[in-house]
């Protein structure tokens, strides 16, 4: 199995980070984690595209995790050969999002019906609410949601992906809590997003003082990753941005209470996922 970040990025805009997307590559395809801006550019740029997802996980309808769901849709379905339903699995509201998107498209859908003569089927998107449990088995590749805690923001879920001995697991926007803790238990790989409390303190914004209530910075990451057993913490999402030259201060940040190896992701940041020796 290999973990591909395919967008690094956060809510706000930069020229070298995608929005948050992540694929995880199995022994049956590739399976994508989150929507965020770029992600299909992202995609290509790791040799694969919105036709080849075996389906798409996300962990809350945030926009910046969700803004390009849309463009998965109309990609999937206007550069299939046939007709190939794009499977959506998320939190209580997901199946809504997609209905919702797809009336968003439709008047684009009917330009291209109307164009291509050899394009005789709409889009069909398969969209499940999902909030614990297993959710998608195939082969050897199983993926279990569990709830996480991104309060007001609710119900949000985290994966577990289990591919034969070894495991990644996907947080999402999160606070420590339980619900994450089962997921992450004897994990290879956990994939979290972080803040860094001491910038954003410093900063002083208000909108910026209001995301401290709800997300995880890189010593809550940490400690979870610690606490559960974790091999590897692959740090994504960064807020605020990761200046240059001070990348060294979040992976000493998560090394000061975390003794596995630590990631801070880059767009196309590929981790090699080898089973935990417990």
Do not use: K
């Not at 420590?176 to 803790?181: M, S």
């Not at 972080?194 to 209001?210: W, Y």
Request: charged fraction near 20%.
């Amino acid at each position: 199995m290999q973990v591909v970040i395919l967008g690094s990025g956060s809510p706000i805009p930069a020229p070298d980070r995608a929005g948050p997307s992540t694929l995880v590559r199995t022994s049956v395809g590739d399976l994508l984690f989150d929507a965020g801006r770029g992600v299909s550019m992202r995609a290509a740029g790791a040799l694969s595209s919105p036709g080849a997802f075996q389906a798409v996980f996300l962990t809350h309808l945030h926009s910046d995790h969700v803004t390009d769901l849309n463009d998965l849709i109309t990609t999937r379905w206007a550069m299939s050969l046939a007709p190939n339903p794009l499977t959506v699995y998320g939190p209580v509201g997901t199946v809504a999002l997609v209905a919702a998107t797809e009336a968003m498209l439709e008047t684009d859908i009917g330009y291209r019906l109307a164009h291509h003569e050899d394009l005789t089927w709409r889009p069909a998107t398969v969209a499940t609410d999902v909030a614990a449990g297993v959710v998608f088995e195939q082969g050897d590749v199983r993926v279990t949601a569990g709830p996480t805690d991104h309060a007001p923001v609710h119900p949000t879920v985290g994966y577990r992906i289990d591919d034969g001995d070894a495991s990644v697991v996907i947080a999402g926007d999160t606070v420590p809590c339980d619900g994450l803790d089962r997921l992450c238990d004897g994990a290879d790989v956990l994939v979290h997003t972080v803040i860094r409390r001491d910038q954003i303190e410093a900063l002083g914004l208000p909108r910026l003082l209001d995301v401290l209530d709800y997300h995880s910075s890189v010593p809550d990451a940490a400690r979870t990753a610690a606490r559960t057993g974790v091999g590897t913490l692959v740090l994504t999402h960064m807020v605020p941005p990761v200046q240059p030259g001070t990348e060294h201060e979040w992976i000493d940040q998560a090394q000061s209470e975390f003794g596995g190896t630590v990631v801070l992701s880059e767009d196309l940041t590929a981790v090699e996922v080898t089973p935990t020796v417990q």
